[in-house]
């Protein structure tokens, strides 16, 4: 399964950006971790297909929301109120199954990746 995500760019902080990614073949669940420079991957937003369930990191609570269509294998990201710290390469993963919900938020749970696109926050 091949991800194909898009929408990144540059905006002023308090703006708003949404975040596309399209996967090849189906999945159990798809999310989007972060990386900022000299940084670790972090974990962002995943969308469990089966249930609906949904989880946040605690610093995007509240501004960003994940979304998605399972039928058409898409998942997106609406960042809304967004900071500076936000600015990251953002990827999006899918998992060949459908992960426990404790896992969720876990780069091991996921196993197709995206080749990431740009979100750059001024203030």
């Known amino acids: 399964v091949q991800l194909q995500a898009s929408g990144g760019g540059s905006v002023q902080a308090g703006g708003s950006l949404r975040l596309s990614c399209l996967a090849s073949?189906?999945?159990?669940?798809m999310a989007w971790f972060r990386q900022a420079p000299g940084k670790e991957r972090d974990f962002v937003a995943a969308?469990?297909?089966?249930?609906?369930?949904?989880v946040y990191t605690d610093s995007v609570k509240g501004r960003f929301t994940i979304s998605g269509n399972n039928a058409k294998n898409t998942v997106y990201l609406q960042m809304n109120s967004l900071k500076p710290e936000d600015t990251a390469l953002y990827y999006c993963?899918?998992?060949?199954?459908?992960?426990?919900?404790?896992?969720?938020?876990?780069?091991?749970?996921?196993?197709?990746w995206g080749q990431g696109t740009l979100v750059t926050v001024s203030s």
């Open positions: 993963a899918g998992a060949i199954n459908r992960p426990i919900y404790s896992e969720l938020n876990e780069r091991r749970a996921y196993t197709y």
């Open positions: 073949g189906s999945t159990g669940a």
């Open positions: 969308i469990r297909w089966s249930g609906g369930n949904k």
